[in-house]
């Protein structure tokens, strides 16, 4: 049970401190009204009572989840440690929730928690006092909270309306506005939906736009939750072929939302595969995967290469404008996320023909993926594992000795002695049968590096 004490003063947003309830009541220090701070008073005089409507429960919710400032201690519950909705005193003076007060009372204790007081008196009294201190203080930041809100959504409207207006640079600043408001604001997304924006910013979209305007529409479009039939409008060719320009010549921000924007695109059901079937698109992404000056560039390329090559009519575009020598050079110096998104890549390549030449045609390609095995993941192992079988598989009497020069057989015997899937170690004793073939046991068995108690 957490132990807390109560404080007989809490500090105010000025510096100073209230003694009290009462001097809180007095001063109207707890609020934050119009006249400096105090309390919303009703007719009878009584405080809190104009937001006595507002429920409580849910205020705290809210600005619990705004998180934006400290709630006073005084507040707390000293068992729950949350905001008191319905706060009972007991007659040692100590105010708590009184769901958990009496939980406390139905487990057996018959003392009070902050204090360890015996209790000569089990009854609570509600503490109607800190109730209206606690409503008020909430009411109050709930409805700053709720006026903010409703600025922020009249000045999207605002600017989804100024961006049918105006053109040039004042179009690029509406848009640079409107995103930051996206960035800080999450919830005006719907605000934007509802004013028509996403159908005006892929209208701005197009075979003459500037690079300047597209970048914003672009960083303000993966932010958005898109229908269907915004993201089919967004296919059209001279749109792609805007944002494939960007990808090769924009600012390493505008490449990495021109990836996303793709991907984003990508998974809706009605998405063709020629969308992504420029040759341009893929020498941008290549380049981008190989930019070690921007490691988020490294992550979004390879995360989009490999959702293109999801698509197999696409792989022998990727195959042919050299990409499986420059992922494999890559390797060696991949974060855990990169490496597992190129290995992934090279498997899918290794599927058809010429990605499986090219691989046996790379010197690094054996070294590099025993390297590989058992270093990082399991699904790294299973990708390394998969594309050193494809090219033993497609050369044995001249891929087979290479790998196991470079240490594969004593890897493979890890494999199978690890954790992985069944289905991991049988493809692991698979290639070690594969790879024995043209040794002799004896010869094998030396190559494996294996001690004489495994043997």
Not at 71 to 83: D, K, Q, T, Y
Not at 305 to 330: D, M, N, T, W
Request: aromatic fraction near 4%; include cysteine.
């Amino acid at each position: 049970m957490p132990q807390y004490q109560q404080q007989a003063s809490w500090r105010l947003e000025g510096g100073g401190q209230v003694i009290d309830l009462e001097t809180a009541v007095k001063d109207g220090i707890l609020g934050g009204g119009e006249s400096g701070g105090g309390l919303p008073a009703g007719k009878d005089g009584s405080f809190g009572a104009s937001a006595e409507k507002l429920d409580l429960k849910k205020m705290i919710e809210e600005l619990d989840s705004a998180a934006e400032e400290d709630v006073p201690s005084v507040f707390i519950c000293p068992i729950s440690l949350e905001p008191m909705v319905d706060p009972v005193t007991l007659c040692t003076g100590q105010t708590y929730e009184r769901v958990h007060i009496l939980k406390w009372f139905s487990l057996g204790h018959l003392t009070c928690p902050t204090t360890m007081q015996e209790l000569w008196d089990d009854a609570v009294t509600p503490n109607q006092t800190l109730h209206q201190l606690i409503h008020a203080w909430f009411s109050q930041r709930y409805l700053r909270l709720k006026k903010r809100s409703e600025d922020v959504q009249g000045r999207t409207a605002e600017l989804v309306k100024t961006l049918r207006k105006v053109k040039g640079q004042a179009r690029v600043q509406a848009l640079k506005d409107l995103q930051k408001i996206l960035a800080a604001h999450p919830a005006v997304k719907k605000t934007v939906a509802d004013s028509g924006g996403v159908a005006l910013l892929s209208s701005l979209l197009g075979p003459f736009t500037s690079h300047a305007v597209g970048s914003e529409v672009i960083a303000i479009l993966v932010n958005l939750s898109l229908d269907s039939d915004a993201k089919a409008s967004l296919m059209q060719p001279a749109k792609i072929s805007l944002v494939v320009d960007m990808l090769n010549e924009g600012t390493i921000d505008t490449k990495i939302n021109c990836t996303r924007f793709i991907e984003m695109l990508m998974e809706e059901k009605s998405f063709r595969s020629e969308v992504v079937t420029r040759l341009s698109l893929l020498v941008a992404l290549l380049r981008l995967v190989k930019d070690k000056r921007h490691p988020n560039g490294i992550v979004a390329g390879l995360s989009l290469l490999k959702a293109i090559c999801f698509h197999e009519q696409v792989r022998s575009l990727i195959v042919s404008i050299g990409a499986v020598p420059q992922l494999v050079e890559l390797l060696p110096n991949l974060t855990a996320e990169c490496l597992e998104l190129a290995l992934h890549i090279l498997d899918d390549l290794s599927t058809i023909a010429g990605g499986c030449s090219a691989l046996k045609d790379c010197a690094q390609t054996i070294p590099n993926a025993v390297r590989l095995l058992m270093r990082v993941s399991e699904a790294c192992t299973q990708y390394a594992l998969s594309i050193l079988w494809a090219v033993c598989k497609l050369a044995p009497d001249e891929c087979a000795p290479l790998a196991v020069e470079a240490g594969l057989a004593a890897k493979l015997l890890l494999v199978i002695q690890s954790g992985y899937s069944p289905e991991l170690k049988q493809r692991a004793a698979e290639l070690l049968k594969l790879c024995s073939l043209n040794y002799t046991t004896t010869l094998f068995i030396s190559k494996c590096k294996l001690t004489r108690t495994i043997q």
